[in-house]
């Protein structure tokens, strides 16, 4: 089956610094791959989606600047959280789309926590 | 905007029962519609995909009915267990291929032995 790699599982940094969260997609390709955020006993919200080789498309109310997002290769999108505050303090997981058929696979999550 | 709503938010139920967690969706224009479990600080497991043209699918103890003309989709879990004690997630893909899911809000199961 597809499988999604997502490191690290869990980041705890100081307020001010940057953390990068790599997606893979280990044995298929993904033209698009998702970024999600869930906040504590709330659903997971979509961020933005990201297309290899061209700018991600954000949510409304995600900043751009804050959550930088590379998607370089057919295998392995990255999000950049920028400059992270304590608000930052969440739970990440990335998606890749199975060929463009709807059928989304999963990382684990990154476990993020801004102190 | 589509919008999904899972009911109850919380279930607890003793061993051996069978349940019904329910899913509704306001747009029912949809591609398929997944289930899935998610354990405490865990990433997702997908359990049960439907196809829009599809009215149900079944894995082992778990059933997943969809009725896409009045926005529901219902998931039941036939004799319960302990290890059962997790987060289900409905999550609705749009009629289109590629695009993100929209996910509920989930039902948190609690099955006591």
């Known amino acids: 089956g597809a499988v999604v790699s997502q490191h690290p599982s869990r980041v705890i940094c100081k307020s001010g610094t940057s953390v990068k969260i790599e997606c893979r997609s280990l044995?298929?390709?993904?033209?698009?791959m998702f970024w999600y955020r869930q906040f504590p006993k709330q659903s997971l919200m979509l961020m933005a989606t990201s297309n290899e080789g061209s700018k991600a498309t954000y949510e409304q109310g995600v900043e751009k600047d804050k959550f930088l997002i590379n998607h370089a290769s057919l295998t392995l999108s990255t999000l950049t959280v920028t400059s992270a505050h304590p608000e930052d303090s969440s739970f990440y997981i990335c998606?890749?789309?199975?060929?463009?058929?709807?059928?989304?696979?999963f990382g684990a999550g990154t476990r993020l926590s801004v102190l | 905007k589509q919008e999904v709503t899972q009911i109850p938010a919380a279930l607890s139920v003793p061993e051996g029962e069978n349940l019904v967690l329910n899913c509704s969706f306001t747009d029912s224009a949809i591609y398929n519609l997944q289930w899935f479990r998610q354990d405490p600080g865990k990433g997702l497991t997908s359990l049960l995909l439907?196809?829009?043209?599809?009215r149900e699918q079944t894995s082992g103890r778990l059933n997943a009915s969809l009725d896409k003309s009045s926005g529901r989709s219902t998931l039941y879990i036939a004799a319960s267990q302990p290890g059962d004690s997790a987060t289900y997630l409905c999550a609705v893909a749009s009629n289109q291929a590629g695009t993100a899911l929209i996910f509920g809000k989930g039902t948190t199961l609690s099955v006591s032995s």
């Open positions: 044995d298929f390709q993904a033209t698009t």
């Open positions: 439907i196809q829009s043209s599809q």
């Open positions: 998606s890749a789309d199975g060929q463009g058929k709807s059928i989304q696979y």
